[in-house]
Nanobody, 122 residues
């Protein structure tokens, strides 16, 4: 069973940047389709970026498109979310996720990280 170690969350001022990491020590991440979700206080969890097809073209939610970048380093079995131009509305608990089947990472991934808190505040 795929297990994640999330890191990189924290508190940053508006306009700042953070890079989230999700490592899978002991597991080969390469066969998996990957995604990042977030859940803000009082709101439902939402997908913000994912790569769920063999064409490997990432999808981004409109709220983060142009500011966030999903990536992976298969040699390190690690996935990333680079977040730039952060806004207070980006404050949430961020989760990495993955699924071995095409088409599910954005919708119903099987494996989840434990979550890392991102707070954007002045």
């Amino acid at each position: 069973q795929l297990q994640f170690e999330e890191s990189g969350g924290g508190t940053v001022q508006p306009g700042g940047s953070l890079k989230l990491s999700c490592a899978t020590p002991g597991f080969n991440l390469e066969p998996y389709y990957i995604a990042w979700f977030r859940q803000a206080p009082g709101k439902q969890r939402e997908v913000i970026s994912c790569v769920e097809n063999n064409d490997r073209i990432p999808w981004y939610a409109p709220s983060v498109r142009g500011r966030f970048t999903i990536s992976r380093d298969n040699a390190k079995n690690t996935m990333y979310l680079q977040m730039n131009s952060l806004e207070p509305e980006d404050t949430a608990l961020y989760y990495c996720a993955a699924d071995p089947l095409e088409g599910l990472a954005c919708i119903r991934p099987r494996y989840w990280g434990q979550g890392t808190q991102v707070t954007v505040s002045s």
